[in-house]
Every structure is written in C-alpha cells, then in structure tokens.
C-alpha cells in the first residue's frame, strides 16, 4: 500500500503544481491589476501596495486551491485509468462500490 500511495502522491504532485502555479500567477496578476487602480483615488507606496496584495493573497488561495486540486485529482485518475493501471482502476471501482 506505501508504494501505491507514493505513486499516486507524485502523480498528483507533478499536475497540481503544473496547474497550480499558472493560475496562482495569472490570478496574482489580475489581483495586482485591481490593486494598481487604487493608486488612482490614493497615493500608496510600493510597501502598502505590498501589504494590500498580503491582505487579498487568501482569497486568492481560496480560489486557486480547490479548484487545482479537483483538476489535478481528476486527470490522475484518468490518467492512470487509460495508462493500464488496472490495479489502480480496480481500487477505485472497490471504493466506490463499497460506498
């Protein structure tokens, strides 16, 4: 059961953190964008505008988190599933008839 796990911990690794970090930047980018156009009401310093971006860095983990996570555990599955790897498919038929 360790190997398995470990298999399965570095197949989903390896998607999430090619999908998380495109989005946790295409996400920060747009947040800094909506951030900058504070700047046109008020003056704010390079160190505010860091502190603000530290402020709405949960939401955007909020987002990005679940919504990687679904997609990361989703292409595994699918992905091992057509690459043969029966035992794995048949695990997971297990667990889901069990239920």
Do not use: G
């Not at 946790?24 to 046109?40: E, N, Q």
């Not at 988190?65 to 992905?79: K, M, Q, S, W």
């Amino acid at each position: 059961m360790d190997r398995l796990q470990h298999y399965i911990i570095h197949h989903l690794s390896i998607l999430f953190l090619s999908i998380f970090l495109p989005l946790f930047a295409i996400a920060s980018v747009i947040f800094l964008i909506k951030l900058a156009t504070y700047t046109a009401v008020i003056q704010l310093s390079l160190w505010e505008m860091s502190k603000l971006y530290f402020f709405v860095l949960p939401e955007i983990l909020f987002y990005t988190l679940p919504v990687t996570f679904f997609i990361a555990a989703t292409l595994t599955l699918f992905r091992l599933s057509t690459d043969n790897e029966m035992v794995f498919y048949s695990l997971l038929v297990f667990i889901l008839n069990s239920l």
